[in-house]
């Protein structure tokens, strides 16, 4: 056994003598790199506030919400004004707004007046389909004189009137304006 050697006495069990070393440079220095991230990771968490798991999902799901509703299709929802067009119910009050709002330029029964002719088959914006419908009634056609009724009517007042529009095709107005626009076979 060399001087350097530093057994411990009475630590020796079947042959294997136990020595008194320090531990390895590097372990120590782990060890206490351990030490003062556990304080650094404490303090930063507990006393400053740092962002626990839940914040960090809850920020994440946050994000995922304002994604959904920035890709949200902007739009008509085609599937409920098509449900409309066949409930008598949910035309009144198309009907309604159409006789109020509509009728001064499209005439009572749709057959036009400064307005162009709604029922039939010729449609200069799009194809008559209620998508169509929708986005001409929302956003209006501001320099040809009808009116953006987006911001004028209520939801339910604006998909009812789309709707009755919709029924309005091919029904027999009094005095039909003449065609205007493409028409749609
Ligand atoms: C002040 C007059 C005026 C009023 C009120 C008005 N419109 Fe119009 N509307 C027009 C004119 C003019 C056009 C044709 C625009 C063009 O030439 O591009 C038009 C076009 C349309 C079209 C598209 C027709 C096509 O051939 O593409 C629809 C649908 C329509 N209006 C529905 C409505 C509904 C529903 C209302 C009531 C909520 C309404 N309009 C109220 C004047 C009006």
Known sequence: MSKEEKPIPDHEYDGIQEFDYPAPFWWQLFFYLCIAFAFGYYVYYEIGGGMSSTQRIEEAMAEVKRAQIQNQPQGPDVKA?????SNPDGLKPGK???TSKCAACHAPDGGGLVGPNLTDRF???GKGELADIYKVVHDGVL???MPAWGALL???ELNSVVAYVKTLEGTKPQTPKAPQGVEVK
């Open 96 to 98: 309604e707004v159409f």
């Open 143 to 145: 320099d040809k004189g």
């Open 123 to 125: 449609w200069i914006h």
């Open 81 to 85: 004004l098509l449900a409309l067009v």
């Open 154 to 156: 209520k939801d339910e």
